[in-house]
């Protein structure tokens, strides 16, 4: 048995962080970071790293880093940091009208996957006002990495996490009203959202703080969004079923600066 799995009888400490540019990051505490909260495995969305340049990165304490890097330089992309060696690392979904952009990579361990994923934003309104890549995320990547997961879980319990690019309900961003038609609080990308709940994955936030308002993970740039907490909780750890009972600890890490998203934090006995 991998010592992570020994650990993880006890305790497992899982973090997330969409970093909007690892090199970024870098810069602004990320080390210091990592070593303060010293995770057994960190996920990793849009290090806008490409494939020439991975060889450069090293991280102490982490001996076994995955990267899965968009075709597109300065792109996007997804990593995994973590201190014992999985059993088997998968990169993408195996579709390759998905897996261009370096959105996922699914790490197993003896008694899980842990899955990374940095899911499509639907973007910009086009010429009759709906978000551009709306109709792609929603009925083509959404409905295949659903498919993906519950595929894994066949075989064992599935943990997903990363940015989602959608609030769920009005207790999961600040201006509800507002935002009805906008990029990541559509109708249609909360109706995935509720897939896939119905699928059998439980938001594990939101199983911890049922009601709990005001804790987001993204905030907009513009007009000192984040000091006035104007934000959006679009950052998840979701799980399956069987792991339900092993959650001991859900948290938004809102007060870790660095990138317009903070991290996410899930413990499991």
Request: aromatic content about 12%.
């Amino acid at each position: 048995m991998a010592k992570l799995e020994a650990a993880a009888m006890t305790s497992l400490k899982l973090l997330s962080w969409n970093v909007n540019g690892l090199r970024a990051v870098l810069k602004k505490g990320f080390l210091d970071f990592l070593a303060s909260e010293q995770p057994d495995v960190l996920c990793l969305q849009e290090t806008k790293i490409s494939d020439d340049l991975v060889d450069g990165f090293s991280f102490e304490g982490y001996p076994y880093v995955y990267w899965n890097c968009a075709t597109k330089k300065g792109y996007s992309g997804t990593a995994i940091l973590s201190k014992v060696e999985p059993l088997s690392v998968q990169y993408g979904l195996g579709i390759e009208k998905h897996d261009n952009e370096g959105r996922v990579i699914t790490a197993e361990f003896d008694d899980y996957y842990l899955v990374t994923v940095y899911t499509p934003n639907s973007q910009n309104h086009d010429e009759n006002k709906r978000p551009r890549r709306l109709d792609y995320r929603t009925t083509e990547w959404d409905v295949d990495f659903l498919a993906f997961v519950k595929g894994l879980e066949a075989n064992k319990p599935v943990v997903f996490c990363g940015d989602l690019n959608v609030a769920h309900t009005e207790i999961d961003l600040a201006n509800p009203k507002t935002n009805r038609k906008n990029a990541g609080f559509t109708d249609e990308e909360r109706a995935r959202f509720d897939a896939i709940l119905e699928a059998g994955f439980i938001d594990s936030f939101r199983q911890v703080h049922p009601d709990t308002p005001e804790r987001y993970s993204w905030w907009s740039y513009r007009a000192g969004a984040r000091k006035r907490n104007v934000g959006w909780r679009i950052d998840y750890f979701c799980v399956s079923e069987a792991l339900s009972e092993r959650i001991t600890q859900v948290d938004i890490l809102d007060q870790v600066i660095g990138s317009d998203h903070c991290p996410v934090l899930l413990e499991l006995s």
